[in-house]
Every structure is written in structure tokens, then in C-alpha cells.
């Protein structure tokens, strides 16, 4: 792996987290994706301004990563996430094309999995991001599984989400984690939210009441050798939440405007959220935000019980 | 890894085991789940201690793999056995939340997945069990498959069984070990076993005559470096076995019935199992030990053959 | 891992891809099931001695790679190349049973995950082949899916294709490469071809224009430390294609009389593939070597601009 310290034409590390880096100070990586793809400008800076006060506001550092021009970078100066959040046609990073926007001199945000390969290489041991990819809806025929599931699996990295996006088949997805070994956590919460909603109607594998005891758990399979990485799943806050049974009825009746319109592939997930944002009268997006800075602000509590 | 001189509020090692480990002798090593939650006391406890003769009397020293009060034993004094055999409530744990039991100061009993990672860590090449996990019965629904056979993809140790669990699709379990590289080797059989049955209609991926034979198959992976585990499927004796005909309909008839009782998720299998015991008068408790033993004499005697 | 000087009597490296290896001389390894089991005698000595010829032509050393008696080659000279394309009923290795080959003494051609273990043991980075193995067409029942997909997510070998093979569920395999993180570049063309057709109709998930963009993508990987492998898809030249319609037609054609004879197990890719030569005139098989010889030369290509 590429030192910390190494500057190259295809690295960097931004001066704050570097110096976090070298003093052992508690930081949390932030995908880029959500601010490329997920949110329209300028809500979306707006959000990742946000989100790296929460956790400098929790005493750790933010990292944003993102690849720009070819250079992979770690923690972004406020000029660069503004550029960023206006940036077009950024591609959507994950293990497989990572190194391919770098070699190739390209922009691209990144999702989780490469995210969490970026973090690995910095030495960041805690990942804050909305909900990871998983097992699609119909994929017993399709067999469209992200590549999310397989990383969790192999990078030794704790992933703060909300559960995996509900337009995902969640139970399948549950299934697939356990397959590959990955250890499920849910805080303070019996049941695995669903996103947008606290409850996804299922127990989680496993239940913490907070982010010390969810450290050393972390601490201990790092201690262990225990290869790959964790899954934290963080509920919305009830004020913030949208129930299950009405995000439900919203994804059916998406889903269903997409299959007579005849969306496919790279058009279905946009057009999905969209539809879903005008069903809920925005409160969808609402609810994103919400719960990707609680999972930011837990992110920070457990990367400073990690350091601590 | 956690050396295994070093004694740690969360590790230890029996003197038994770690004598052994210094001098280069042959080791086995034993899951607990089979103890805890496979047979009722005092069934349970005569069957472990048989089963750790059996091994010495071959030649290699047993190593019982269990979490007590969040330590993490390799080898279990006679009186540990003795206590384990009556606990109630342990948990039943895999890769994804055994360092969850350590972390938590919990008593678990060790699965196929997490014995391996124990085993490794602790330098034991050899593991004995009576059968792996895989892939359910109704899989390309549900995605319901165990955490093990990615496991005997990633850690390198030998694990001796009568093939997988009978209540699962062995024809897609033996796929998904084929497509994860797991080699799969019946010993003295061309056809691959069905645990309380010799013989599951499918043909073994691979045959070996002897454990001097599987030995050498191992000790050239290891010289290789060829990474993962390797399954040896032991068909029980035929004065034991309950042919395959007879326990298929005994299976068909335990999962009509729980499916009309309306039983679900983690009861779905004790379930099936004490159907099956009525079902089959009890012979199958019976076959079940007669495989254990013969699973962990086998796996005597190919620790005794690496170790040469 | 064996080092490359170590001559053992399971483990032998030519002198010419020993001196290669040394100099820091571009390689490509290449499988020996298209010898064994792919084409017949002696038009397979032909195309395996035209396929050497062209990578020496390019700049490069060819490595074949095999196991006879027990040994695994890395390289054959010509004298062991024309016995091997004589040989009867040498097992097909794989991941699982590479070992099994060597411990046994036995004689055994390697598939793509065998060759890529081979490859990398020997520090061998580029590979070209035929078409690998993936998912196959009723997988979703059968969880028949090949030990490929995963080599090529663990093992960081380059392998150079005309695809999957044409008889596999294409949809599905792209969706297993993509779930396991491998990247899939198509050389100077936007879709993923199909084995002997230049097109899919699937997009591919990468395009690079020539060797050189794809060896600095590899390069980029291995100096991030990215694990895995890559699979650069080579359409065949448009002058020796077979159209996808008329491919597909045949593959139908050929499925349904499999089904009918009711042809099983092991027996069916043969049988399928020989179904294919008679319905389409031989072109299937000239299509084929056509694919293998291009493959070959762009293979050399990549490992000259990656040795640069
Ligand atoms: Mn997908
Ligand atoms: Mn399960
Ligand atoms: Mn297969």
C-alpha cells in the first residue's frame, strides 16, 4: 500500500488528515457519491458541510475521498468539496473501476466499497455513509448484487449506515452479510432499520447500546486478526423517520411506474428516488440527510472510543 | 494473530494443547455448538469425552474450541467440558460475532466457521466435526447459506465431516463449494455422504483412500500456498448409517410438518431435528454419534500423518 | 509461495521462462485445457505451437502451464508440448484439485483458475485464454457457476478473453464479476463480446482503447495494492466472427438436443460443443483458434507495455 506520507501525482492526503493520521487522532471517511449522485446542488454541499462540522464537532477529523483529475484524495480542502458538488458527469467508483479513473486521468465519487479500499489505504478505521449497497429486488433472476456485500467481507473497515437502501430486498441482503461472515450490528435498536425507516420488520443479528461498546467489539476482532469489516446499522431518529409501511407503498408504486415506462439499468435507481422524493412530498430527501449526519455523529463517537 | 504463548484475559490456551503445539505433535480440533445445542445432557458430555479419547488414543491431542466468559479456550480441562455440557443459553457463534462474545464477556459455543478461525489462530491444522453448513433447501429464494463454506475458502484448515448437514440441498452446497475452490474429498468412497447416510447419490468431486493420502493432498496445498481449507467427507460406518431413502422421507415429512406448525427462522431447524429423532426412533441421535466418532478418529489420524 | 529457482520434483520452471523471469522479461502464461480437452489432435499441437510462436513474435516469452506426473510446468519445451497434445484423459484442474493433480502424481491440464494460480506463484502477471468460465444458464436452480470468477476476484493475474464463453449465462456472469469487485475491460469496443460473436448486446463495463491504456490500469491497481484480478474481453476480429444470431440459434439448437438424449452432468459442455462445430459447418472451432491466436497477441502486447 501507498504510505500516508507519499505525495504522488495519483495520492494525496489533505495536511488536516495527514496530521490526524500521524497523531493517532480519531477520523471517519466519507464516500463522495452521495454528493455527486445523491443530492441536486446546493443541498447537497450544503449536507457535506454539515456533516464534517458534526464530526469535527465530536472531536474527529472528516475525510472525504473522491478521485479528481486522477489523483485519489483523502480529506478535501472547502474549495474542492464546493467544486465537487457541482461537478457533472462524475463517474461512480467502486473496487472494480477505482484504479481505472486514476489511471486515466478521470473524475468519480465513491461509493462505499471504494470508499472503504481508500480508507483501508489511509489507515481510517471508520466509515460514515447513508445505507450500503446489497442484494437488488429480484435478483434470484438477475443475479444484480452490489459489490458492497464482498467488501464488507475483505477491508477492515467499520461502515456507519442506516441499514442498506431500502429499494434493496433487504432480507436477502441480511443473508448475503451473514454468507460472507460479516458482523451486522445495530445500535441501540433489536430490529435492522430499513433507511427511511427505523424498523425494516426484521431482528438484527446483532444489537450494541452505543458507540464504546460498538468500539470494542471493533477493537476486539482488530486484536483477533479477524479479517474484513463491520456493518453498523444507526435507526433515523424517530422525528426524522419515515414508517416502513408508507416507504413501502412508495417503492411498489415506483417500481411499478418504472416497469410501464420501461426504465432499465443505470436509469432505474435515479428514476426510483425520484419518483419517491414526489410520492413523499419530499420528506424522502429530508430523511436522507437526517440520517446520514446521525450516521455521521455515531461514526465520530466510535472512531474516538477506537483512538481513545 | 495472537501468538499462542500468550495468555490473555480473552485467549487461552490449555497446557495440554500448548505442550503439543511447542513440541510439533498432532492436534484435532473440536467444535462446541455440537455439545451445547447439537445433543441433550448427559448425552451430550459422553459423546465429547469420547470423542477426545478416541483422538488421544490415535495419537493427537483434542482441542474443544468454546467461548466461556469472553475468553476464547483452545482445550477445555474435563471439568470445563463438564460444565459446558450443562450451560444453557449459550450462543451459537460464526466469524461475524465471535469477537462479539469475546467483546461482551459472553459464553458461546463454536460453529464450523468460527472453530476454523480459532484453530487457525491457534496453529491447529486439523479440525473434526460432524457436518459442515451450506446451502439450505430453498436457497435460490431465501439465500439462506451458512457462513461456512466461504469459510473453508479463506482458512486454511482440514476439516473432517460427514459431508454436510442432511436437511440441505447438497447438490447446490457441493456447487457452491466448487465455485468458492473448495476441494472436496470423500475418503474411501466415490460418492459424496449425506451425514446419517453413506452415500447421497452424487459423485465426490474427489476420492482418497486413506488419511496418509489426504495428508499428503494438504501438506502439497500448504506447500503451494494454496490459500483456504479443504473439506474431507468420511462416510460413517455402514453397521451405523440410516440409508438415504429412509431419512429423505423422514426429512420431507419433518419440514411438511413444520411448514403446517408454522415454524420459523432459528426454530426451524432444533425442529426438523427432533422430528427427525422421533421419526427414525431415535436412531438418529444414535447415527449421529457413531459419525462423530468416526469423524474425529479419522481426523486423528491425518494430524498424525502431517505431523510425520 | 515456491520460489521460481527452487526446482522440485513437483515443481518445474523452463529455462526460458526462468531467464524471463530473471531479466525482467515480459511473459503470458497460457491454460493447457484448450490442448487437453478443447480442440483435437493435431490441430491443437498446431494452434498451441502458433499461439508460442506469436507471443515470441511480440516481444514476449509464453509460459505454458500444465502438471505431468505429479509436476507442474511452468513452460514446456517443444518435444513435451506435442506429447502433451497426444495425452488421454488428463484431468481438468482447477483451483480445488491443482494440488490433488500434484500430490497423486497425476497428469492434468489447468483451467483459468488453475493457469491464474499457477501465474501468480511463478510471478507471471498476464495470461491469455479462450473464454472463462462464469455462470451458467439455469443457475438459478443449479447454482452451477464456475471456480473462475472467484480466482479472478483473488488471484492478481491479468487474463486476456474473448469473454465468457458463449454457452454461459453472459447478463449473469457480468453481474458475478461485478458483485466481486473484478474489473471487466473490453479492448476498443463499448459491448462485451461473446465468445465467437464481437458483441453481446451488453454494454461493457470498461472500455480501453489498446495494450497500453490497459497496462496502466493494471499497473495503477498493483501500485494501489488492490487485490484480484482483471478480465480484458478481446472481441474476435470481425473477419472471423460468427454473427450472435446465428451463435445463438446454434446454442439453442444444440441445448434442446442435449435435453432431448438427455445428455448430463460433465457430459454436456462436449456434447454442446460438438453439436456447435457440426451446425455450424467447423466455423465454430476456426472462430475459435481465430479468438485464441488474437487473444495471445494482445496478451503480449499488455505484458511488454507492463514489463516497459
Ligand atoms: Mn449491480
Ligand atoms: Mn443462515
Ligand atoms: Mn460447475
Redesign the pocket.
Given at each position: 500500500l501507498i504510505p500516508v506520507s507519499e505525495e504522488t501525482a495519483n495520492f494525496h492526503v489533505s495536511c488536516e488528515v495527514n496530521d490526524a493520521l500521524r497523531a493517532g487522532k480519531p477520523l471517519v471517511a466519507l464516500e463522495s457519491t452521495i454528493i455527486t449522485h445523491g443530492m441536486p446542488w446546493p443541498g447537497n454541499l450544503e449536507m457535506a458541510r454539515g456533516v464534517e462540522a458534526l464530526i469535527r464537532e465530536e472531536g474527529a477529523v472528516p475525510a472525504t475521498i473522491v478521485v479528481i483529475d486522477g489523483r485519489l484524495h483523502i480529506g478535501l480542502g472547502d474549495d474542492d468539496l464546493a467544486a465537487l458538488a457541482q461537478t457533472k458527469d462524475a463517474l461512480k467508483l467502486s473496487r472494480a473501476d477505482l484504479a481505472y479513473a486514476i489511471a486515466e486521468g478521470r473524475t468519480g465519487s465513491t461509493t462505499v466499497a471504494a470508499t472503504m479500499i481508500a480508507a483501508e489505504m489511509a489507515g481510517i478505521r471508520v466509515f460514515a455513509t447513508g445505507g450500503i449497497g446489497g442484494v437488488?429486488r429480484g435478483a434470484e433472476e438477475s443475479f444484480?448484487?452490489?459489490a458492497d456485500i464482498d467488501e464488507l467481507a475483505r477491508t477492515p473497515v467499520l461502515v456507519v449506515s442506516a441499514g442498506a437502501k431500502a429499494l434493496l430486498d433487504i432480507p436477502k441482503t441480511l443473508e448475503a452479510l451473514e454468507t460472507r461472515g460479516v458482523p451486522v450490528v445495530t445500535c441501540a435498536s433489536e430490529t435492522f432499520p430499513a433507511f427511511w425507516s427505523r424498523d425494516s420488520g426484521l431482528p438484527s443479528p446483532l444489537t450494541l447500546p452505543d458507540a464504546p461498546a460498538i468500539a470494542r467489539f471493533q477493537a476486539t476482532r482488530e486484536r483477533l486478526g479477524i479479517e474484513g469489516g463491520m456493518l453498523v446499522a444507526n435507526p433515523v431518529d424517530a422525528a426524522d423517520e419515515i414508517p416502513r409501511s408508507e416507504m413501502e407503498a412508495h417503492i411498489a408504486a415506483a417500481l411499478d411506474t418504472a416497469k410501464r415506462q420501461g426504465i432499465a439499468r443505470k436509469e432505474v435507481t435515479p428514476f426510483l428516488l425520484s419518483e419517491i422524493y414526489r410520492l413523499s412530498d419530499g420528506r424522502s430527501l429530508a430523511t436522507n440527510i437526517a440520517l446520514v449526519r446521525s450516521n455521521a455523529r455515531l461514526a465520530a463517537r466510535i472512531a474516538v472510543a477506537l483512538a481513545a
Open positions: 437488488h444484480d448484487i452490489s
